[in-house]
């Protein structure tokens, strides 16, 4: 390998280590937002079934993560709980 592939091969794995850094911190920060904050359950699942019902699964999941500050696997876990219920 020459040294420019050496060089290519540095600036993307210094990149790689830069994001898994930030994501880390952008995670931190949001759970912290969320430890503070009281959820209503019921409003929740309001809102988690209209998402199912309307823009699927994905959205459902996405909303749920936004309001409770679950991790992915826990609020994928959630809504189907909630979808399998309804």
């Known amino acids: 390998m020459s040294d420019m592939d050496w060089t290519v091969i540095g600036i993307i794995g210094g990149a ?3 994001l ?3 994501s880390a911190y952008l995670t931190r920060r949001a759970r912290r937002e ?3 904050r009281t ?3 019921d409003a929740v699942r309001t809102e988690v079934v209209a998402a199912l019902d309307g823009e699927g699964l994905a959205e ?5 993560r936004r309001r409770t500050g679950a991790p992915l696997l826990e ?3 959630a809504v189907r709980r909630i ?3 309804r």
């Open 83 to 85: 979808d399998e219920s």
């Open 34 to 36: 969320h430890a503070g």
């Open 16 to 18: 790689g280590i830069v």
């Open 75 to 77: 609020a994928t876990e």
């Open 60 to 64: 459902a999941v996405r909303i749920y």
């Open 20 to 22: 898994l850094i930030v």
């Open 39 to 41: 959820v209503d359950p």
